[in-house]
């Protein structure tokens, strides 16, 4: 055909696994120059024995954060089951304030110092949603997965990078002062 030599396309795949006669008679075709691929279909939807050509979108992952694992399955696994890095592509958390209802919060973290905005202690009636003692970690754990400061090498991945972060805290600071205990 001369229209594959003229724009060098190449059928990459079939639907040959079918049984229907439509779909084992459609193509998937790539061209050499996608810049061409309107004036390739208008030239190939004007061939009799082609019933319709259409433009099949190519979507790309082009970013990827530098923080450890974020480009592991086994390391940030929740990045890759809500498809995060096909949408940081679009959008990165712009300016979006969430609030994380938890246990409590470490001011200390290092991917989460400066995500903080004025919180609320809604256990223990007061403004300070912070808690440095304990085994209140989980808070500050889902903080950073919403909102941590993202591409800079340290720590992990969050899904929303320009994200800011509300802590709200549930549980009592008297249980902070409880010691931990596992009874087998």
């Known amino acids: 055909m001369p229209l594959a030599q003229e724009f060098g396309a190449r059928v990459q795949s079939t639907f ?91 001011t200390k973290h290092e991917d989460l110092y400066d995500k903080w905005i004025a919180g ?3 256990a223990d009636h007061d403004d300070n949603p912070f808690i440095e003692v304990g085994s209140f970690w989980h808070g500050t754990h889902v903080a950073g997965l919403v909102g941590a400061r993202t591409d800079n090498r340290l720590g992990l991945a969050s899904i929303g990078y320009n994200t800011s972060i509300m802590p709200v805290k549930a ?6 002062t409880l010691p931990s205990l596992i009874v087998v």
């Open 171 to 176: 549980t009592s600071d008297f249980l902070a």
């Open 16 to 106: 040959y696994f079918s049984r229907s006669e439509t779909l084992y008679r459609t193509f998937r075709v790539t061209i050499k120059e996608p810049r061409r691929s309107q004036e390739f279909l208008d030239k190939i939807n004007g061939q009799d024995e082609v019933q319709y050509a259409e433009p099949v979108p190519l979507f790309t992952t082009n970013h990827t954060p530098s923080d450890l694992g974020a480009d592991d399955l086994t390391e940030q696994w929740y990045l890759h089951r809500i498809m995060a890095q096909d949408a940081w592509d679009f959008s990165q958390g712009n300016n979006v304030v969430v609030a994380v209802i938890d246990n409590g919060f470490s």
């Open 120 to 122: 609320f202690d809604v």
